[in-house]
């Protein structure tokens, strides 16, 4: 049976080559002149003015020729090569793929645009496609809340390798693997394209029924009385693709978190109680409840959601704070309630490294410091030192396979001139020539990655370039870098 690993080994190459019109050249020396790998303006998908003016003057401070080159590659993709613009059912519709597999997961999706939404307020383009955005996600959450991935067509059958899932499985979804963090990113998404703009058009009753899904959801999984109704089991040589126990996970003891079976990078928890995400679930549930009282002045929906996230919030600085040798506290990754606590960290947000960039606590705190220096160390199974880079993967890709994200997050997550100035380094030094950010690279030979066409990478990417150019612009101009 093939899996998403076959289909991304498969179609990785090709759908590269349709994209950018040309094979990536695997060594940096081979550009001399660094040409813009964007698609020619007529083929780009979607073209906001006030991104290539962010494009061009975020650029023009850039000292650095290669790493220009790469932000004007990356900053752009997803509007360039991931976007569809349309109307559905009367009412403005965007779909936005991951880049190689034509789905929309709500995760990748939303983390896709965020770059863009400080850019809304003046482009009524930009408005227009995150309006679209946000009532596709809607629609998709009213479709099944519990899913990760869906189709563009809302009739479609699921993705290739999802077609013989044991679950329940409807029509329109591509993948149905329950993660707490595909219900938390739509909400970021409304929640910061409300802010910036104030434009309360997209939630309408479809989108607020969405969100009573959302708080529903949450409920299920605290798995306070019985299981709830979610359950997943696929036939995989990779054990993270399944989930155990007639699909219902490790046991629990019920303490007030929400479970979730798979973490962001689709792979399955080990323990249910899964700490980045619930700490991202308080902090998104906080924000529902600010949206329902200025949108719609509903107060008791409000005070339901914010009831929920003390509930869990309680819940996971009781049960899931881990000491050291020393005595430091730092979080753990997953629980179980019982009693077990796991230590590591995966490259995918959310992250206990990630947890300050989604706003879940400051980068100061002492609880995170403590954490955030044992993930990036040895203490975490899943860190890895190499002659190329330092960074954190996961099992998703296996050991050696540094993730180009968990270098953005450390960079993002760093007041220090210098963490950031050798993570700019590593990303700049590790894109094997093809001006783009992928998946992983293997932490000795950057020419050994996954996925030529990953868009929420390159948009993380074009992120850090911009915030650096906001906040440390000395670390961009000429030399700098050497």
Excluded at 130 to 149: K, M
Excluded at 225 to 237: E, L, N
Excluded at 287 to 293: D, F, G, K, T
Aim: aromatic share 10%; charged share 20%; net charge negative.
């Amino acid at each position: 049976m093939p899996t998403r690993r076959d289909f991304l080994k498969w179609s990785g190459l090709a759908a590269s080559a349709s994209v950018f019109s040309a094979a990536l050249p695997r060594n940096a020396s081979a550009q001399s002149n660094y040409i813009s790998k964007r698609p020619p303006l007529a083929k780009r998908k979607f073209v906001s003015e006030a991104v290539e003016r962010q494009l061009a003057s975020v650029k023009a401070a850039i000292g650095d020729p290669k790493l220009a080159w790469m932000f004007e590659n990356c900053y752009p993709n997803t509007l360039d090569t991931t976007v569809e613009l349309g109307t559905l059912d009367g009412k403005p519709d965007t779909f936005v793929i991951t880049g190689d597999i034509d789905a929309m997961w709500l995760r990748d999706s939303s983390a896709q645009v965020v770059p863009y939404i400080p850019l809304a307020k003046n482009d009524p383009k930009l408005q227009r496609l995150f309006h679209g955005l946000i009532q596709r996600h809607a629609r998709c959450i009213r479709i099944d809340p519990y899913a990760n991935a869906f189709m563009p067509d809302p009739h479609a059958p699921p993705l290739v390798w999802a077609r013989h899932d044991v679950t329940d499985m409807k029509p329109g979804v591509g993948e149905r693997k329950w993660e707490i963090d595909s219900l938390c990113y739509p909400i970021r998404l409304a929640h910061g394209y409300w802010q910036a703009t104030g434009d309360t058009a997209p939630y309408d009753d479809d989108w607020r029924a969405a969100m009573h899904l959302v708080l529903k959801t949450f409920r299920e999984q605290q798995r306070k009385y019985d299981h709830g109704p979610y359950h997943f089991q696929r036939t995989s040589d990779v054990p993270t693709e399944t989930q155990m126990l007639g699909g219902y996970g490790n046991p629990t003891r019920p303490n007030g978190m929400i479970h979730s079976m798979f973490r962001p990078s689709d792979d399955a928890c080990v323990y249910p109680l899964f700490v980045p995400a619930n700490l991202f679930a308080v902090l998104s549930l906080r924000r529902l409840a600010q949206m329902s009282r200025a949108i719609h002045h509903d107060d008791a929906f409000a005070a339901d959601c914010e009831a929920l996230a003390s509930e869990v919030e309680q819940a996971v600085n009781r049960d899931a704070r881990m000491r050291d040798a020393d005595g430091r506290e730092f979080w753990a990754y997953e629980i179980d309630g019982i009693g077990n606590q796991l230590f590591m960290d995966d490259a995918n947000i959310p992250s206990l490294l990630g947890l300050p960039y989604l706003g879940c606590c400051d980068r100061n705190d002492p609880l995170y410091q403590n954490t955030r220096n044992r993930v990036w160390s040895a203490h975490n199974p899943y860190f890895f030192h190499g002659r190329a880079a330092d960074g954190i993967g996961g099992p998703h890709e296996g050991l050696r396979m540094i993730w180009p994200m968990s270098i953005m997050m450390y960079a993002q997550t760093s007041s220090d001139p210098a963490q950031i100035r050798q993570c700019l380094k590593w990303l700049r030094d590790t894109d094997a020539g093809s001006g783009f950010m992928h998946e992983t690279f293997d932490q000795d030979n950057p020419t050994h990655f996954t996925r030529s066409w990953f868009a929420w990478a390159n948009s993380l990417f074009g992120e850090l370039i911009v915030d650096v150019q906001h906040q440390h612009p000395d670390l961009l101009r000429p030399g700098a870098l050497r």
